[in-house]
């Protein structure tokens, strides 16, 4: 049962949207948890590709995840003590992970996992099928994108500031090709719960976007009553 006053909210959209900025943003003007759960995939595939593990091999994968505890917060990603944040931004890891993700084990237990973390409310949760299937009895349910060549110019930003090389038109083709696997893989594809509410920000500041959602959230929690 939610706690009184505490709600959840997820924010979906492709790679690139800005959302998992958006989502620590608002987490922390809200006072509440932030989950980004692609993160806990992506530590998945950096330990799949540091220890050998195929991709394409769902069993395997899975038994590893039940070894990991995989915890994240603003900025940081842990595997146990070890902070794999930078890690798992790599393109390595970008080019695998939605090959990981496509696993139904992996994403069942996944989801446990977020799920039981959103169990009392107060918790901004940020992914591709939160409004879908994790939670979707979400009291607040956003959708984020933006064009391909924007979200690939981000992309570039983040690798640049951590010193990564980068080619700005591959960027756009992997973003690209993400955008279909993601949309029609056969477990949880990303799309549009259709009562969230659909942001486009390829022309928007993070913060123009974070203080129009803001308004969007607490409109809806404003008129929401949970019993305690």
């Not at 900025?75 to 990981?100: C, F, H, M, W």
């Not at 279909?180 to 009562?195: F, G, H, N, Q, V």
Request: aromatic share 4%.
């Amino acid at each position: 049962m939610l706690k009184k006053g505490k709600f959840r909210i997820a924010i979906d959209g492709p790679a690139g949207s800005g959302k998992s900025t958006i989502a620590r943003m608002l987490a922390d003007r809200l006072d509440y948890v932030y989950l980004d759960t692609g993160a806990m995939y992506r530590a998945l595939t950096f330990v799949a590709i540091a220890e050998g593990i195929d991709p394409s091999n769902g069993d395997a994968l899975t038994k590893k995840l039940h070894t990991l505890d995989i915890r994240t917060m603003p900025n940081r990603t842990y595997i146990g003590e070890r902070d794999v944040s930078k890690e798992i931004r790599t393109p390595a890891v970008d080019t695998l992970v939605s090959q990981v993700c496509a696993h139904p084990s992996v994403r069942q237990e996944m989801v446990r996992r977020q799920r039981e973390i959103a169990g009392e409310g107060g918790v901004v949760m940020e992914g591709r099928d939160i409004g879908t299937v994790v939670l979707p009895n979400a009291e607040c349910k956003i959708f984020i994108t933006a064009s391909a060549a924007i979200r690939a110019q981000r992309r570039a930003a983040q690798l640049e500031s951590a010193s990564i090389d980068y080619d700005i038109e591959e960027l756009e083709r992997d973003i690209v090709a993400r955008d279909t696997k993601d949309s029609t893989r056969d477990d949880s594809p990303l799309c549009r719960a259709e009562d969230a509410v659909n942001i486009d920000n390829s022309d928007e500041t993070i913060e123009e976007s974070v203080q129009r959602i803001e308004s969007i959230i607490n409109k809806v929690i404003n008129n929401l009553s949970v019993d305690v």
